[in-house]
């Protein structure tokens, strides 16, 4: 026989049924009856009679006066007994789930015994006021550590309980619970452990938990309750509850087990007042129910505060879903939430305690290595409204007749529509005797992603890919020399427009689609590429000098994808990369329109949860968290998402390692960029990490912590498994193809007269600026 067979026959422990115990008077001969089938069962396992220390122990704590020796005591017994059999005296309590059989003094003396200690911290008086409350619990983790609290101060007569899980072993690390309880319903196990603290309790259990058709009763059948605490996961309960509560007039109180936060509702003397304290505005129950934990974040986040909340709480939002599974918490933290709560109850009942309001009882600031005057930095998070929509119109052209520098105007407005990293739109331009010249602005190309200003090179391609098409539009043939020139380094090319042409119909269409192309961040189902457009765009690329790959296998979008989300993840955790990550975003419609540059956090269609999330890890103390607990791997969800709905993911190379092949490259991406929008697909950049790979390779490693080289090599290994790099190549763009819905918001663009300057000749022969470039510095974090 082996192991299993020999426990093959042993009894099941029950984990579904017996939660209340059964207690017999022994002077009644159908409890003595019961007493013996037990016995005769089996059914007892175990017999705990201490009926004469309960005795000593109860007349001891009646004479307080003096110490009383054994024989007095043996002779208060005998007397206190007047004859009884100590067999008989009191009663007899059965656990079913034990199997344990105690003996107990009467309830009356076993309530006087077990509070005896309580006085005076509450009087006699006021301890018969809290046996006679009704007090509701929803939500057994937290609430677990509320209720036998309440139990043990004798905080309550009945006890409703209400919660439909189960305790699995992720529940041990908080609650009293023993490796026998796994699978035991929250609300029967809390009640066993009520019932052993106090056999004559009143415990009502709903084991479905709380929905609508049931809340009413858990609130006021047998009677209304006198407390309610609220402490259960479901946002839509929470809501739910309250709005009944303050219909019944009962107080509710929730204690959050993150800094000690409780919040008390005093429904019963403010019955109007707004759930929540306001801070969920008029979300109703209805309004939340169904919600996926990921939808419901803005409305948890207002309701706990992102300015309040712990910085290692708001830290676990980033991961919930990713690497955990709900939020956590630990034992000290809900067993403070239950001496909380029981104390703020007992006061509410006494009527010592009478506002509302949020209070804090916040271990790790009163006692820490903090002295008098250290001022309390906390963690800063406002969350901000969604931006409204801004769109960067293409500017009406002049006619064929228009002057000269009417047309470099024109030229500049559409060349300003390039793409540009983070929109920093790193150009300037000169027109002057009929040269049109491109030159790189260094202010505006000084950041970590930018190495030797190769991305700002692919921007001012594109740039000059747009003012050679409006150039033909305007009736002009330019002749184009990319510069580099030793003496004029950010001279990066020139168009002479000496020479006119006849508009023809594809400058036409050209210069309508620069107009038209747009980063598009919008997700939609994944719909495989075309093969038409693949082999378009592959031609397209082949004649321009340029070299296009395509990842369209769900296996390898999959693993570019997890390539990708954690390179966001380092480029959070890298301290200067999130600084000007961050100082790329426009909050606001009126930041955007004020300096027309920098992503308006409208073009990244964002739900209103990826928008809180976005203002939450704007906070540096935020991300250091996530630092700490090696955390944040949820900062790549987005880009998670973007790839999984993406009909292919394409990378632009081109030949050469110099300025000049960047700007040919930029000329290149713009042309595909621009084919691909008129096909009708959605073009968004995911080059970040790219240029991060560009900075490591090619002498700029430096910059980068040792962990953060080490991340980035071992990323470059995966990358280059599914996207390898030909030899003296440069990597141009990375981006994602996909079917989507029109953006709803398009970037602005600086004036013209900030990055044109007109010269013209005076009489004197020299040179007059008629508009001068702006040099204003992209602002940045630190400016």
Known sequence: MDVAQLFSSARTADVTGAWEPVLLDPRAAPDRDRLRDLAEQGAVRFVHDTIDAQLRDLLA?????????????????????????????????????????????????????????????????????????????????????????????????????????????????????????????????????????????????????????????FLTAGGALDLLYEECDSLHIKILVRE??????????????????????????????????????????????GLTNYQKV???????????????????????????????????????????????????????????GRFYVDLERLVSDRVDGDVDAGFDCTVRVASSASQALPPPLPDLAASEEDI?????????LAPSGGNCQPWRFTFSDRRFTVRLDRQRSDTMLDFNHQASRLALGAAIENAVWTARRLGVEPDVRLLPDPDHPDCVAWLDLRRRCEPSAEARAMVDAIGRRVTNRRLGARVPLEAQARSGLLRLADSSGARLD??????????????????????????????????????????????????????????????????????RALIEELIQVEGGHGLGNATRKAVRAA??????????????SHLRGGRAVQRIWIEANRMGLAFQPLTALVYLFARLENGGADAFAPRERDWLRALRDRYLSLLPVPPAASEMMLFRLAVAGAPTARSLRRPVEEVLTIERASPDGARRDSAASSRARRPDADD
């Open 244 to 289: 009944r509560a303050r219909a019944h007039r009962i107080p509710v109180v929730m204690e959050t087990s993150d800094r000690g936060m409780l919040d008390v509702e005093r429904f019963d003397r403010e019955p109007d007042r707004p759930l929540l304290h306001g801070l969920v505005g008029d979300v109703r129950a209805e309004d939340v129910r």
């Open 550 to 619: 395509l990842l369209d296998s769900p296996h390898d979008m999959a693993e570019m994808a997890d390539v990708l989300a954690e390179g966001d993840r380092l480029r959070f955790f890298c301290e200067r990369l999130h600084r000007e990550m961050i100082g790329e975003l426009r909050w606001t419609p009126e930041e955007t329109e004020r300096t027309r540059d920098g992503i308006d956090v409208a073009t990244l269609e964002m739900t209103p949860t990826d928008f809180v999330g976005m203002q939450l890890v704007s906070s």
């Open 647 to 660: 009909s292919a993911l394409g990378r632009v190379v081109v030949d050469g390692q110099d300025a000049a």
């Open 408 to 416: 470099a105007r024109a030229i500049a407005a559409y060349a300003s």
């Open 61 to 217: 704590t009646r004479h307080p006066e003096r110490k009383l020796a054994d024989a007095e005591l043996a002779d208060l017994v005998a007397a206190h007994l007047a004859g009884a059999s100590p067999w008989a005296y009191g009663c007899w309590c059965f656990f079913p789930w034990s199997g344990r059989l105690v003996h107990l003094l009467p309830e009356h003396e076993f309530r006087e015994l077990r509070t005896s200690a309580n006085r005076n911290r509450i009087t006699t008086a006021e301890q018969q006021r809290l046996r006679e409350l009704r007090i509701g619990v929803v939500g057994l983790s937290v609430g677990h550590s509320t209720a036998l609290t309440l139990a043990q101060e004798e905080v309550g007569g009945e006890y409703r309980l209400a919660d439909f899980d189960v305790l699995d072993p992720s529940n041990l690390n908080r609650l009293r619970a023993g490796v026998h309880d796994i699978g035991l319903n929250k609300a029967v196990h809390a009640a066993r452990g009520i019932y052993e603290i106090n056999p004559f309790a009143r415990v009502v259990l709903f084991m479905d938990g709380i929905s609508e058709q049931n809340v009413d009763a």
């Open 298 to 356: 803005p409305v948890i986040l207002r309701m706990v505060g992102a300015r309040t909340a712990s910085g290692r709480m708001v830290a676990s939002m980033i991961d919930i879903e990713t690497t955990l599974k709900t939020w956590p918490q630990l034992a000290s933290a809900v067993s403070l939430s239950g001496a909380i709560n029981t104390d703020v109850g007992r006061r509410i009942a006494l009527g010592t305690f009478n506002r509302s």
